[in-house]
T-cell receptor
Framework: DSGVTQTPKHLITATGQRVTLRCSPRSGDLSVYWYQQSLDQGLQFLIHYYNGEERAKGNILERFSAQQFPDLHSELNLSSLELGDSALYFC?????????????FGPGTRLTVL | QQQVKQSPQSLIVQKGGISIINCAYENTAFDYFPWYQQFPGKGPALLIAIRPDVSEKKEGRFTISFNKSAKQFSLHIMDSQPGDSATYFCAAQGGSGGGADGLTFGKGTHLIIQP
């Protein structure tokens, strides 16, 4: 158990809908990273928040957004969902906001868009 | 553009043998190279990591070899055990973002250790 929690575990929804994925980092970790894992694209970095502020964006679509709240939990919002958005979404947390800080991954949320 | 190339895609090794997975990167600004292990239904977990100021790092049965001039690094699993059967990902971080950017992952290697 990494200490990172993600809810829900599974999510099934329809095209065009909007969903929110939630992540609670390990106690004391200030950074939250979001990743998408799919069969064709592999593991891809989406976005990084550090202590409530956006630090970096990766391959995140404009339909997707995220935020980190004062209690350091983070939410990833996915809107206007398409079939191709079906994937595993992981969040990872780390103490600092730079390289060399080990990232601890949560168990993921499996999103299925029908 | 795939910045971290990983091979092989799949690997079958006999119990007790050596498993070797290779990765090559393009961005010379990367300065942190971790390996992650992922079991089905779980998130990736850090196995071992190296920085480019050393050429080798060993932790138990796991060794990373790093060749900065060739921009390549590899994972060696000695005395491979059935419990090592998993998907392994190499990754890289650093670059212009100084680590603010997330990890750039290879495509993964599905390792099977046959008893």
């Amino acid at each position: 158990d990494s200490g990172v929690t993600q809810t829900p575990k599974h999510l099934i929804t329809a095209t065009g809908q909007r969903v929110t994925l939630r992540c609670s980092p390990r106690s004391g970790d200030l950074s939250v990273y979001w990743y998408q894992q799919s069969l064709d694209q592999g593991l891809q970095f989406l976005i990084h928040y550090y202590n409530g502020e956006e630090r970096a964006k990766g391959n995140i679509l404009e339909r997707f957004s995220a935020q980190q709240f004062p209690d350091l939990h983070s939410e990833l919002n996915l809107s206007s969902l398409e079939l191709g958005d079906s994937a595993l979404y992981f969040c990872a947390s780390s103490k600092g906001g730079s390289a060399y800080n080990e990232q601890f991954f949560g168990p993921g949320t499996r999103l299925t868009v029908l | 553009q795939q910045q971290v190339k990983q091979s092989p895609q799949s690997l079958i090794v006999q119990k007790g043998g050596i498993s070797i997975i290779n990765c090559a990167y393009e961005n010379t600004a990367f300065d942190y190279f971790p390996w992650y292990q992922q079991f089905p239904g779980k998130g990736p977990a850090l196995l071992i990591a190296i920085r480019p100021d050393v050429s080798e790092k060993k932790e138990g049965r796991f060794t990373i070899s790093f060749n900065k001039s060739a921009k390549q690094f590899s994972l060696h699993i000695m005395d491979s055990q059935p419990g090592d059967s998993a998907t392994y990902f190499c990754a890289a971080q650093g670059g212009s973002g100084g680590g603010a950017d997330g990890l750039t992952f290879g495509k993964g290697t599905h390792l099977i250790i046959q008893p």
